[in-house]
C-alpha cells in the first residue's frame, strides 16, 4: 500500500538544541499531519497542514514547533529549541483529502529523546 | 480527560477463539470511527472503520458493533490468528475534519 517515509528513525539530542523531523508523504497526497505519541499513552494530534499553511493545531503544538513543505519536498516538524518533555514518538500522516474517510497513511514514527 | 477510552489495555487470546476490543467516546459530534492497527516496528495501519448511520461493520473476521446511544463500539476478531497480534487503536472524528482523536490502544495477543 502507499507508503510514509520518515527520517529519521530516532535521534538523541541535548535539550535546546534544535531537530527536524522529516516526512515523506504519499506522493499524491495534499493533507499533512503529525501526531505525537509519549510512551504509555495515545497518539495525540499536534498539527495539520494544507497548500502550504497550517489548518488546524491543538495546544501540545507549541510556539517552539513549526511546520512546513518547501517546493513540495519534505513536510518537516521542527522544534527549536528542544525541551525534555518533547520526548516522545512523533508520527506523520499524510491524506488525499480533508474529510472523514479519506484514510490518513501513517510513517513508522521518528523517536526522539531530549536528555 | 480522554475522549477515547479503550479497554481492556492487553488481551491474551488462544488462536480459534473471538478477541473482543472496547471503545467508548465522550463526544456525540464524533461521527466517524476507525480503528487501525500497529504490529511492533511499523506504521500503524487503517483496518476497518463505521459511521454511526450503521450499527454494524463487517470486514472478514473484523467486526465493528457500534451502539450510538451508549456511545460505545467493540471490534470483534472471529477465529483469531497468530498474525493478529498487534496493538489495535480506536480512533474518532468529525467529518468536517481528519484530525484523528486516538484512544490508548489495546494489545492484543493470539497464542498458537
Known amino acids: 500500500g502507499p507508503k510514509v517515509l520518515q527520517i529519521p528513525s530516532h535521534q538523541i539530542i541535548d535539550m535546546g538544541q534544535m531537530v527536524t523531523l522529516n516526512c515523506d508523504p504519499v506522493?499524491?497526497?495534499?493533507?499533512f499531519y503529525w501526531y505525537k505519541q509519549i510512551l504509555g499513552q495515545q497518539m495525540e494530534f499536534l498539527v495539520n497542514?494544507?497548500?502550504?499553511?497550517?489548518?488546524?493545531k491543538s495546544k501540545l503544538f507549541k510556539d517552539q514547533f513549526s511546520v512546513e513543505r518547501p517546493d513540495g519536498s519534505y513536510f518537516t516538524l521542527k522544534i527549536q529549541p528542544t525541551a525534555l518533555e518533547d520526548s516522545a514518538v512523533y508520527f506523520c500522516?499524510?491524506?488525499?483529502?480533508?474529510?472523514?474517510?479519506?484514510?490518513?497513511?501513517f510513517g513508522e514514527g521518528s523517536r526522539l529523546i531530549v536528555v | 480527560q480522554q475522549q477515547v477510552r479503550q479497554s481492556p489495555q492487553s488481551l491474551t487470546v488462544w488462536e480459534g477463539e473471538t478477541a473482543i476490543l472496547n471503545c467508548s467516546y465522550e463526544?456525540?459530534?464524533?461521527?466517524?470511527f476507525p480503528w487501525y492497527w500497529q504490529f511492533p516496528r511499523e506504521s500503524p495501519a487503517l483496518l476497518i472503520a463505521?459511521?454511526?448511520?450503521?450499527n454494524k461493520k463487517e470486514d472478514g473476521r473484523f467486526t465493528i458493533f457500534f451502539n450510538k446511544r451508549e456511545k460505545k463500539l467493540s471490534l470483534h476478531i472471529t477465529d483469531s490468528q497468530p498474525g493478529d497480534s498487534a496493538t489495535y487503536f480506536c480512533?474518532?472524528?468529525?467529518?468536517?475534519?481528519?484530525?484523528?482523536?486516538f484512544g490508548i490502544g489495546t494489545r492484543v495477543l493470539v497464542r498458537p
Open positions: 500522516a499524510s491524506s488525499l483529502g480533508q474529510h472523514s474517510g479519506n484514510t490518513l497513511y
Open positions: 506522493s499524491n497526497h495534499l493533507y
Open positions: 497542514f494544507y497548500n502550504g499553511k497550517v489548518m488546524e
Open positions: 463526544d456525540s459530534t464524533f461521527d466517524y
Open positions: 463505521i459511521r454511526p448511520v450503521s
Open positions: 480512533a474518532a472524528s468529525r467529518s468536517a475534519g481528519n484530525k484523528l482523536t
